[in-house]
């Protein structure tokens, strides 16, 4: 059975830094393209970073670009998420997400795990 | 990249067919036969439920159906029942491994 299991949220102040992990199992982790999705409370959804299977290409979307760092281990089946300078708007559930083989959506979800920024 | 337009909420009653639209630009729906719609209860993650525009994955009813014309999508919920009620949101691929979400829509069955 496929699983995504998010970790490491959690409140953090204004400007603070939060890295989030999400561990794979049940299907060859290396093998697949990931995503970081994240859903502010109340609202819809929003993409926020790609990570290509090997770890060498990667996007982001404007919104967090130059203050989120995606990675992952494919030792040890993982996903990361770094993310700096947080702002009150980055405050969402984040969830991490498993690209189709084929690619161009989302086949499986993890659990989501809620990010508060605020002091 | 502005989110995908979608109708704030649909309603139906049990066994009629709705339909929930979703509009994009010519740089993300109208270019890509890639849109996929995820259905999201309270409280649950995103579940896919269709893939490169009309697509069903394997386990998800036959009574959802996608389509395309333009720079919009649509999902279509026949025979509607009670466990249909929930989110919707419609996702297209923007180019460069990037996506885009629409606004969402709650359905409601009356």
């Known amino acids: 059975e496929v699983q995504l299991v998010e970790s490491g949220g959690g409140l953090v102040q204004p400007g603070g830094s939060l890295r989030l992990s999400c561990a794979g199992s049940?299907?060859?982790?290396?093998?697949?393209?990931m995503n970081w999705v994240r859903q502010p409370p109340g609202k819809g959804l929003e993409w926020v970073s790609y990570?290509?299977?090997?770890?060498?290409?990667?996007y982001y979307a404007d919104s967090v670009k130059g203050r989120f760092t995606i990675s992952r281990d494919n030792a040890k089946n993982s996903l990361y998420l770094l993310m700096n300078s947080l702002r009150a708007e980055d405050t969402a559930v984040y969830y991490c997400?498993?690209?189709?083989?084929?690619?161009?959506?989302?086949?499986?979800w993890g659990q989501g795990i809620l990010v508060t920024v605020s002091s | 990249q502005s989110a995908l337009t979608q109708p704030a909420s649909v309603s139906g009653s049990p066994g009629q067919s709705i339909t929930i639209s979703c509009t994009g630009t010519?740089?993300?729906?109208?270019?890509?036969?890639?849109v996929s719609w995820y259905q999201q209860h309270p409280g649950k993650a995103p579940k896919l439920m269709i893939y490169?525009?009309?697509n069903r994955p394997s386990g998800v009813s036959n009574r959802f159906s996608g389509s395309k014309s333009g720079n919009t999508a649509s999902l279509t919920i026949s025979g509607l029942q009670a466990e249909d009620e929930a989110d919707y949101y419609c996702?297209?691929?923007?180019?460069?491994?990037?996506?885009?979400f629409g606004t969402g829509t709650k359905v409601t069955v009356l």
């Open positions: 010519s740089g993300d729906v109208g270019s890509y036969n890639y």
């Open positions: 997400a498993r690209e189709r083989r084929d690619g161009y959506s989302f086949d499986y």
């Open positions: 490169d525009v009309s």
């Open positions: 996702s297209s691929y923007t180019g460069s491994s990037t996506y885009v």
């Open positions: 049940g299907f060859t982790f290396f093998s697949y393209e």
């Open positions: 990570i290509s299977n090997s770890g060498s290409t990667i």
